[in-house]
C-alpha cells in the first residue's frame, strides 16, 4: 500500500509555472498523466513527470468545466476572493476518458523499464475539484490503468494529483480503482529523475513455432501465432541469470560507478519444448521468431539491482508487445483486400517464405538525462518520432535528430513463416538438417579413406624402388 510519493521538483515546479504564466488562454482546467513508478512491494511511490493530454482528434480539450460562464483560471481567482452569493454553484469538472485512456496507451509505449502511466493529474480550482464527482475521476483513471497496464496486474493503485489555482496548492490521492475509492497520502518534493541510474541489455532470441493441423483453426492468425512465441521467451526469461558489468549478480552487489550499466542475461540450456512437440507429419507450418532488442530500464535510489533486472526483462517483452500491436494497428488501416496486409495472413495458404519485419526501436533523450522509445516503421523517419513525442509527450519541436540513438537494425526482430510444402517436405527441419549432416559426414568419410589407401601404395611403390636400386648397385 502506498503512503508516499515523492515527485520530482524541477519537473512539477516546471509543468506548474507553465500552467499559471500562461497568458494567451488562461486555462480553468487540464487533465494529463502522471509518470513514475508504484509497487505493491513499496509504500513510497515516485513520480517523474507530467505529460498533458493533447486536444481530440476534433480539436476539443480532453477535460472542461460542465457549465458555461466563467473565464478562465483568472476569473476563478478573481471570484475566489470575492463574496459569493449563497446560490453561487461551483463548476464541476467534466474529463473524456477515453481519449485519456488512449493517450495512456499511446504513451506507455513510449516508457522503458522502470517507467510506467501511474495516474492522472488535473489542474482545477478547488471549488471545481469538490464539485465532481469521487466516481467520474475513479472511471478515468480506471480506463487508463486498463489501457496501460503493468506486469503486476493485481496491485491496483494509481494516483491522481490535484493542482489547486486558487488557493494555490497541491495534493496527491491514492485511487483504488477497482473498488473506486480514494485516500490522501503525502506528496514530498525532491530531487528524483537526476537520481535514477539506467541500465541496458541487448537481448538476442530465436524461437520456433510448429504450427500443427489440430490446431491449425485456433492459431492461424499472425498475432495469435506471435503471441504465443513472445509468451514463451517471457517464461525463459524467469530462468535467466545475470552479468552486471561483466559480474554476476547477487543480493549483496553495490553499484559504485556511474552508468549507464550494461547487463547481460544468461540462459540455461534446455531443449526447445516448441519444437519438439510436434512430428512432422502433423505439422503445417513453421514460423522462426528471431531478432534482438535493446532493452533499457532506470533504477531508483532505494531500489535494488535484483529490481533492476526484472524491469529489463519486462522491458523486452512489453517492447515486443508493443511491436506487435502497432502493426496490428497500421493492419487495420489497410485496404481489406490487400495482399500485404497482415490482418489477412493465413498460414495454411502460403506456398513460400513470408518474411516480416518489425518496428525497430529508437531511444529519445527525454528530461534530465534519461531516455523514451519510438517505434519505426520500414517506410518511417526520425521525423515521423520527432513529430510523435511533441504530440504525445508534450516535447518541444526543437528535438535534434542527431540525439535519437537508432539501436537496432532495420531487419531486427523478425519472423519468417515457412510454406506449408517447404515444411511438409521436411526442408528448414532440425531433424531434416541432422540428417544431412551426417550424409555429408559419411561422404567426408569415404573420400578420407580413398586418400589413406592412395598414401600407403605410394609409399609401397617407394621402398620396392628403393630396395631395387640398391640391389642393382651391389651386383655392380
Known sequence: MVKTVVADETQLKSIEDSLFQSTSAPLSVQVGLVIGKLSASSDRGQVYALIPTPPTDGGDPACSLRSDGGGGARDEKKKSGSKKSSNEVPQSIEVDGDWVAEHARQVSKMLLGGMDVVGIYIWASEASFKATSTAIFCQVIRGVAQAAPWSDTQFDERLLIHISYAPRRWACRICNWNSGSLRPCDLKLSKVVTSLKEFRCMYNFEVRLPIDQASLPNHKSFKNVVTKGITHLWNKLQTAKALLDGNMVEDSLNLTTEGPHNIELLLPFEIESTSEESSLEDVAGLVLFSGSVCASAYLGPRES????????????????????????????????????????????????????????????????????????????????????????????????????????????????????????????????????????????????????????????????????????????
Open 305 to 476: 539491482v535484483a529490481q533492476a533486472i526484472s524491469d529489463l526483462k519486462g522491458d523486452i517483452i512489453a517492447s515486443l508487445r508493443s511491436r506487435l500491436d502497432l502493426m496490428l494497428d497500421e493492419a487495420e488501416g489497410e485496404d481489406a483486400q490487400s495482399e500485404k496486409s497482415i490482418g489477412q495472413l493465413n498460414f495454411h495458404e502460403l506456398k513460400k517464405d513470408f518474411r516480416v519485419s518489425f518496428p525497430r526501436r529508437v531511444l529519445v533523450p527525454w528530461v534530465a538525462g534519461i531516455h523514451i522509445c519510438d517505434y519505426l516503421q520500414p517506410s518511417e523517419t526520425l521525423e515521423d518520432t520527432k513529430d510523435r513525442c511533441k504530440e504525445m509527450m508534450s516535447m518541444e519541436d526543437t528535438i535534434d535528430t542527431s540525439s535519437i540513438l537508432e539501436i537496432e537494425s532495420q531487419s531486427e526482430p523478425t519472423t519468417v513463416e515457412k510454406s506449408f510444402w517447404q515444411v511438409v517436405t521436411g526442408t528448414d527441419l532440425p531433424v531434416q538438417n541432422n540428417c544431412l549432416k551426417k550424409k555429408n559426414s559419411s561422404s567426408s568419410s569415404k573420400g578420407s579413406n580413398l586418400y589413406f589407401i592412395v598414401a600407403i601404395f605410394v609409399l609401397l611403390l617407394a621402398v620396392f624402388a628403393g630396395l631395387g636400386l640398391t640391389f642393382f648397385a651391389s651386383r655392380k
